[in-house]
């Protein structure tokens, strides 16, 4: 209990450089696979994950020699969970595969190598060269922004750029038509999510370049 206190304090540090980890680990080489233990899965369906959709999820993440953890949604900033589109290299590839084909509600045990992780630099508190184990929950699957089709419909003026009016439009749709339409509160917590990440040059607009960083192979 102690142990899980102190690590999830840990974690409020080391998380804002999360997504500068996730960048280095992209560049390392695989040597393994990753192991899926599925901890739990709901009978019910709807939507299974896949690469380019919009996930909402907790994570845990830990060490696997010795269980220790670097990692926790449940404390970094609010303690809300995080929200990435799958599969274009905003989480480790480890995450990005391990992943795919999840239900909402279901949870995943994820050890996943190194080289799909923190690679044989490591980045502190992971050491060079470790197994990581993530405990992931997912809590929602939606079609992400992350296709040149998605990214037609959100830009209304046509302007080859994505103010945040016209993918909030694009999200509130897509959630509307899967029958769950959200307050403005929960819409601006995505936008932050996904501008922070995508608005490289912090211009307030999603250029087509910045859109397509991570997903060359649909331009
Ligand atoms: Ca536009
Ligand atoms: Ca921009």
Redesign the pocket.
Known sequence: MMWRLVGCTLCLFVSLQLSSWCVLASAAEPDGEVQIEVLFKPEECTQKSKRGDLLNVHYDGFLATDGSQFYCSRSDKAGHPQWFVLGVGQVIKGLDKGMENMCPGEKRKITVPPGLAFGAQGKDPVPPNATVVFEVEVYSVSRGPRSMEAFGQMDLDSDR?LTKAEVKAYLKLEYEKSGKPRDDAFYEKIMADIFRKS?????????AK?YNIYNHDEL
């Open positions: 750029s608005d490289r040059d912090t211009d307030g607009v999603i250029s910045e």
